[in-house]
C-alpha cells in the first residue's frame, strides 16, 4: 500500500525567509503527485502536481516542487514566503497505473510572521 | 460555477443521533468522494463513487453510508453519531478517479458529536 510521510508538522517562518516542506512516500511503482494547500477556513486547492517530465514543476503563486526518484521525494519550495503563504499544506500521491485512490499526507501547517 | 457544495457547514449532534452530509458538484464530474480531516491525521477517505451508480469503502467506512443520487449528488449518512465521528468533513469530485485528475474540494462541514 502507499503511504505519504511529511515529517514537519509546524513550521514557523518570518516573511521572505526561503521555505522547504519535506514529503517522502512508499510505493513501489510509477506514481503521480500532488501538493495541496488549505488557507484559513478555506477548502482545499490545488497548488501543483507532476506526472511526468521535467522533475522542477513550478506551481501557483511562487510555489515550485521537486521530483527526485531516487529518493520517493517530492519537496515543496517557495524562494520568499509571505504572510498571506500561511496556510496547510498536503502532499498527495496515487498510483500511475489505472484507477487508485489518493493518499494524502498528514500535512504541515505552515506559520509565516510579518 | 459554484464547484463543489456542502451542507451542512455545522452540525452539532448528540450520540446516537443520525443525519446527513450532503454535497453536489456543478462540474459534471464522473468520481466523488467524502474525507475527514482530524488534527495530525490528515486526510482518510471515508467512501467513494467512481461514477454514477458505484460506491466503494475507503479507508475508514465503518459508522458511514452513503448515497451517490445522480451524478451531481453524493451524501453522506451517519446513522447512530458516536464522539469518534467528530471531525471536518470534505467531499471532493474529479473528473473521472483516474490518476490523472486533480480533485476538487467543498468548503468542508465541521460535525462535533456530544
Known amino acids: 500500500a502507499q503511504s505519504v510521510s511529511q515529517h514537519n508538522h509546524h513550521v514557523i517562518l518570518s516573511e521572505a525567509a526561503s521555505l522547504e516542506l519535506g514529503c517522502n512516500y512508499s510505493?513501489?511503482?510509477?506514481?503521480?503527485l500532488f501538493w495541496y494547500v488549505q488557507y484559513p477556513g478555506q477548502h482545499l486547492q490545488l497548488l501543483l502536481k507532476?506526472?511526468?517530465?521535467?522533475?522542477l514543476v513550478k506551481g501557483i503563486k511562487g510555489f515550485e516542487a521537486e521530483f527526485i526518484k531516487s529518493k520517493f521525494s517530492f519537496n515543496l519550495r517557495k524562494p520568499s514566503v509571505q504572510w498571506s503563504d500561511t496556510a496547510e499544506y498536503f502532499c498527495?500521491?496515487?498510483?500511475?497505473?489505472?484507477?487508485?485512490?489518493?493518499?494524502f499526507g498528514t500535512g504541515t501547517k505552515l506559520q509565516v510572521i510579518p | 460555477n459554484a464547484g463543489v457544495t456542502q451542507t451542512p457547514k455545522f452540525q452539532v449532534l448528540k450520540t446516537g443521533q443520525s443525519m446527513t452530509l450532503q454535497c453536489a458538484q456543478d462540474m459534471n464530474h464522473n468520481s466523488m468522494y467524502w474525507y475527514r480531516q482530524d488534527p495530525g491525521m490528515g486526510l482518510r477517505l471515508i467512501y467513494y463513487?467512481?461514477?454514477?451508480?458505484?460506491?466503494d469503502k475507503g479507508e475508514v467506512p465503518n459508522g458511514y453510508n452513503v448515497s451517490r443520487l445522480n451524478k451531481r449528488e453524493f451524501s453522506l449518512r451517519l446513522e447512530s453519531a458516536a464522539p469518534s465521528q467528530t471531525s471536518v468533513y470534505f467531499c471532493a469530485s474529479s473528473e473521472t478517479g483516474g490518476s490523472y485528475n486533480e480533485q476538487f474540494f467543498g468548503p468542508g462541514t465541521r460535525l462535533t458529536v456530544l
Open positions: 507532476y506526472f511526468s517530465g521535467d522533475p
Open positions: 510505493y513501489g511503482g510509477t506514481v503521480n
Open positions: 498527495a500521491v496515487i498510483s500511475a497505473r489505472g484507477y487508485q485512490k489518493v493518499t
Open positions: 463513487s467512481a461514477s454514477e451508480g458505484t460506491t
